[in-house]
């Protein structure tokens, strides 16, 4: 399956604290998203990251892509309350249709 | 901001019911697509809808679902003959198109409950 599994299941940490979750998947890509998920709520698009890039930045998110340990992790720096919530990664192959994995819930102490 | 709105929140049902999910995705997105999230679990892709067919669909979309756009505005999913493991949050997305730069948009979900 191509979905990603994220690690660990569950964080908590203290605001002002960096928390990174990362997620692992087994098949070739097209790119990899992450998307959070408040308490009740639809998820939201955070991030895509291509298969060729090892990178990317958006404000305090960093995210980063190994393929060739099939890899990804998610970095929030100086967390805030605010950020409590779950962090999904979401594989693509051909079709583009995002495959979602179990997701990281975050809890940010303030 | 636009946003994908589902009805109801939440849906209460017999089993062996049929109950009907619907949403009204963001107006000029062109791609529909339904998802479910069993408690604790992880979110599972149910099927995709494009011009008015089924684009692609998963093992779970079996006969017991179906899919319509009604009207130029509303998409549903039925789901027929409702069994207790159908309880779940269902979430409908839109995107504008499929590819890096349509990200999905979702709804807020309706949670299902079968008794």
């Known amino acids: 399956s191509q979905q990603g599994e994220e690690d660990p299941q569950a964080l908590s940490i203290q605001e002002g604290e960096n928390a990174t979750m990362n997620c692992s998947y087994k098949t070739s890509i097209n790119n990899l998203q992450w998307y959070r998920q408040n308490s009740g709520r639809g998820l939201v698009h955070l991030i895509l990251?291509?298969?060729?890039?090892r990178e990317k930045h958006s404000g305090r998110l960093r995210v980063t892509l190994d393929t060739s340990k099939k890899s990804s992790s998610l970095l929030i720096t100086a967390s805030r309350a605010a950020d409590t919530a779950s962090y999904f990664c979401?594989?693509?192959?051909?079709?583009?249709?995002?495959?979602f994995g179990r997701g990281t819930s975050l809890i940010v102490h303030p | 901001e636009p946003e994908v709105t589902q009805t109801p929140s939440h849906q209460v049902t017999q089993m062996g019911q049929e109950v009907i999910l619907r949403c009204v995705p963001i107006s000029n997105h062109l791609y529909f697509y339904w998802y479910r999230q069993i408690l604790g679990q992880k979110v599972e892709f149910l099927v995709s809808?494009?011009?008015?067919?089924?684009?692609?669909k998963s093992e779970i979309f079996d006969d017991q679902f179906s899919v319509e756009r009604p009207d130029g505005s509303n998409f549903t999913l039925k789901i027929r003959s409702t069994k207790l493991e159908d309880s779940a949050m269902y979430f409908c997305?839109?995107?504008?198109?499929?590819?890096?730069?349509?990200?999905?948009?979702f709804g807020n979900g309706t949670r299902l409950t079968v008794t």
């Open positions: 990251i291509r298969s060729n890039e």
């Open positions: 979401a594989t693509s192959r051909g079709s583009y249709i995002p495959t």
């Open positions: 997305a839109s995107s504008r198109g499929q590819g890096e730069n349509s990200p999905l948009h």
């Open positions: 809808f494009y011009n008015n067919e089924i684009s692609e």
